[in-house]
C-alpha cells in the first residue's frame, strides 16, 4: 500500500460526459502527479500540482483540467469524453516539487468511455 | 526529443534464471534515470533510480541497474528470479536541464514472465 488513494476505482461512462478522479496523497507529500495509461500510448505524464499550484503540464488534452485543494488532495476533470479517453488514470505523490523525487503511485482509476 | 525504448515487450524465463531488461534512452546530455515495476492490478512501484554517482545502482528486490554513458543504456538486472518478480517493468527519463528538470517519459515497458 502507497499510501496514495485513488477514487473510484472503476467508472463506466458514455462518449460526450464529464468525470472526475479523485486523488489523496501520501500524508506530508505536496506534490501530485497525474498519469495516463493506455495499450496505444502507454504511460503519459499529464500534469504535477505542487502544494496548490500547478507546477508542469504534459501531454494533457484541453478537454481535461485538475486542481489541487488546500487539503492536498486533487481531483482530475475529464470532459467531452471521446472512447480514446478510455485509459487507466494514475496519482502519484511525492514530498519535495522536482520529479526526481521518489513518486509513489495511487492503485489508479480505469476509465471506460462507451 | 529525449526517448526511452525498451527492447521486448514480452521476456520469458525460468525461475532462478538470471533477469535482463534492456533501457536504452536518447539524450545528449545524461539523464535521471528509473525503473518501476507495475504488479497485476496496482500502481507503479519504484524500483531504483540513478540520478549521480556511482553508475551501478542497487534497488528493492535483489534488482539492479548499471549506468553505461557509452551506450546510452540503463539495463535491470536480477541474478535469479523467483515466480514473485512476474510483473510489468518500465524504464523511465528525466531530462536534467541545469536547475530545471522536466518529468517522468516512460518506456512502453516489458512484461516479465517466471516460469516453474
Known amino acids: 500500500d502507497s499510501g496514495v488513494t485513488q477514487t473510484p476505482k472503476h467508472l463506466i461512462t458514455a462518449t460526450g460526459q464529464r468525470v472526475t478522479l479523485r486523488c489523496s496523497p501520501r500524508?506530508?507529500?505536496?506534490?501530485v502527479y497525474w498519469y495516463q495509461q493506455s495499450l496505444d500510448q502507454g504511460l503519459q505524464f499529464l500534469i504535477q500540482?505542487?502544494?496548490?499550484?500547478?507546477?508542469a503540464k504534459g501531454n494533457i488534452l484541453e478537454r481535461f483540467s485538475a486542481q489541487q485543494f488546500p487539503d492536498l488532495h486533487s481531483e482530475l476533470n475529464l470532459s467531452s469524453l471521446e472512447l480514446g479517453d478510455s485509459a487507466l488514470y494514475f496519482c502519484?505523490?511525492?514530498?519535495?516539487?522536482?520529479?526526481?523525487?521518489?513518486?509513489?503511485f495511487g492503485p489508479g482509476t480505469r476509465l471506460t468511455v462507451l | 526529443a529525449q526517448s526511452v525504448t525498451q527492447l521486448g515487450s514480452h521476456v520469458s524465463v525460468s525461475e532462478g534464471a538470471l533477469v535482463l531488461l534492456r533501457c536504452n534512452y536518447s539524450?545528449?546530455?545524461?539523464?535521471?534515470l528509473f525503473w518501476y515495476v507495475q504488479y497485476p492490478n496496482q500502481g507503479l512501484q519504484l524500483l531504483l533510480k540513478?540520478?549521480?554517482?556511482?553508475?551501478l545502482v542497487k534497488g528493492i528486490n535483489g534488482f539492479e541497474a548499471e549506468f553505461k554513458k557509452s551506450e546510452t543504456s540503463f539495463h535491470l538486472t536480477k541474478p535469479s528470479a523467483h515466480m514473485s518478480d512476474a510483473a510489468e517493468y518500465f524504464c523511465?527519463?528525466?531530462?536534467?536541464?541545469?536547475?530545471?528538470?522536466?518529468?517522468?517519459?516512460f518506456g512502453k515497458g516489458t512484461k516479465l514472465s517466471v516460469k516453474p
Open positions: 502519484a505523490s511525492s514530498v519535495g516539487r522536482g520529479p526526481y523525487n521518489e513518486q509513489f
Open positions: 500524508s506530508g507529500d505536496l506534490s
Open positions: 500540482y505542487y502544494n496548490g499550484e500547478e507546477r
Open positions: 539524450s545528449s546530455v545524461p539523464p535521471y
Open positions: 540513478y540520478t549521480t554517482g556511482a553508475t
Open positions: 523511465a527519463v528525466i531530462m536534467n536541464y541545469g536547475g530545471s528538470q522536466g518529468n517522468l517519459i
